[in-house]
Nanobody
Framework: QVQLVESGGGLVQPGGSLRLSCAAS????????AAWFRQAPGKDREGVSC????????VYADSVKGRFTISRDSVKNTMYLQMNSLKSEDTAVYYC????????????????RGQGTQVTVSS
């Protein structure tokens, strides 16, 4: 059964850091492009970052460039999002997804998506 499970969300103060994990099962994550999305209350879903299959070329939204880092561990079949210098506007539910290819900071249609993990940045 194909599954993506996010973890690592929580409450953090502005300026703090969190690392989100996305554990894949039922398929080999490295064979696919994988991405992080987020959705804040009352806002549209936003692409955060995408990593391509194979060589793992990365792309980031301007809003997170220089603060967030996407990575993968092929042994653990897991993708990560290291988030530093967090701001209140980063508060959202974060989702991971996998599909055939990155399209900008998003993904081509199809593929799979996790259930999300809440990130709240507040003092």
């Amino acid at each position: 059964q194909v599954q993506l499970v996010e973890s690592g969300g929580g409450l953090v103060q502005p300026g703090g850091s969190l690392r989100l994990s996305c554990a894949a099962s039922g398929f080999t994550l490295n064979y696919y492009a994988a991405a992080w999305f987020r959705q804040a209350p009352g806002k549209d879903r936003e692409g955060v970052s995408c990593v391509s299959s194979g060589a793992g070329r990365t792309v980031y939204a301007d809003s997170v460039k220089g603060r967030f880092t996407i990575s993968r561990d092929s042994v653990k079949n897991t993708m990560y999002l290291q988030m530093n210098s967090l701001k209140s506007e980063d508060t959202a539910v974060y989702y991971c997804a996998a599909s055939r290819a990155c399209v900008g900071v998003g993904l081509s249609s199809g593929g799979w998506r996790g259930q999300g993990t809440q990130v709240t940045v507040s003092s």
